[in-house]
């Protein structure tokens, strides 16, 4: 009894902090739309694989209008200096 209690609870707790990642996820792609005049959700894609990391460009989800890019610097400068 006392560990299907317990199982329960983990669940819960799991499901609780998947909720918040996804919402903190979404609150990050809201990006300005200069197409649709408003903040709005966006789709990252990989454009550009770099030696220095992998360029990517948000679209917006309504009209695919380019609303911004991101440089993501992967674990390359850790790689250098180990
Ligand atoms: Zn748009």
């Not at 609870?9 to 902090?17: D, I, L, N, P, V």
């Not at 959700?41 to 991101?70: I, N, Q």
Request: hydrophobic share 30%.
């Amino acid at each position: 009894m006392d560990r299907q209690n317990s199982t329960k609870a983990y669940e819960g707790y799991t499901r609780q902090e998947n909720t918040a990642d996804m919402f903190k996820e979404f609150n990050a792609t809201q990006l300005y739309c200069p197409r649709c005049k408003q903040a709005v959700p966006v789709r990252k894609r990989l454009l550009l694989v770099l030696p220095e990391g992998d360029k990517y460009v948000y679209l917006c989800a309504f009209c695919s209008e380019t609303v911004g890019t991101k440089m993501d610097r992967n674990r390359a400068q850790d790689s250098i200096i180990v």
